[in-house]
């Protein structure tokens, strides 16, 4: 009875939704690139699925030049060992989809508050290839080193307006692990 109680109270509060095919967890081998399934025809009298996440493409390996840092925690939130922890709890949260002035905008500001613990990031909109989205600098003079100054490029990419459907994001920590995620439009849009 309280798993039941304890699983409704977690649904009802955003709890974690059930991985796929491994992704996302940090124990599960990376998916290999599934080949497209085609649609079965719909008949008008069949009742309409729920739309189902994408399938995460992913990086096939580590980018090259990059290595494994010191994971000595620095209290300071600038390494993987400090922020994969972050991140793992607030994957929903990794990015959003707003419509703005008459675009799709897709923004990253969550990940780029915790990137001085990240190597890389890439992204995919839609069926498009992963491409790297490189971050602003670690801002390690500063109090807070993860901070978004106005210098820095801006944490969003736009689109035409309602194009962006899904959104795949992978993330390369500076321990070199990775981690792939995979977003629905109407599960990030944003008012």
């Not at 390494?79 to 607030?90: F, H, R, S």
């Amino acid at each position: 009875m309280f798993d039941f109680v304890f699983a409704v109270i977690a649904i009802s509060l955003g709890g974690p939704a059930a991985p796929l095919d491994g992704v996302g967890r940090p124990d599960a081998p990376m998916p290999v690139q599934a080949p497209a399934r085609p649609a079965a025809p719909a008949s008008p009298a069949a009742p309409l699925a729920p739309a189902e996440p994408p399938r995460a493409f992913h990086m096939a390996a580590v980018p090259p030049g990059l290595a494994a840092e010191d994971q000595t925690p620095s209290g300071r939130f600038t390494t993987a060992a400090e922020v994969k922890p972050i991140l793992n709890a607030t994957r929903g949260n990794w990015i959003a989809v707003r419509q703005y002035n008459g675009q799709d905008l897709v923004y990253v500001t969550h990940l780029w508050s915790w990137r001085c613990g990240l190597a890389a990031m890439a992204v995919a909109v839609n069926d498009a290839p992963m491409q790297n989205w490189p971050m602003p600098p670690c801002h390690e003079a500063l109090p807070s080193p993860n901070a978004i100054l106005d210098d820095d490029p801006q944490p969003y990419l736009t689109f035409d307006l309602g194009s962006v459907q899904t959104v795949r994001v992978q993330l390369v920590y500076d321990d070199l692990s990775m981690e792939l995620e995979a977003f629905l439009r109407g599960d990030v849009l944003i008012p």
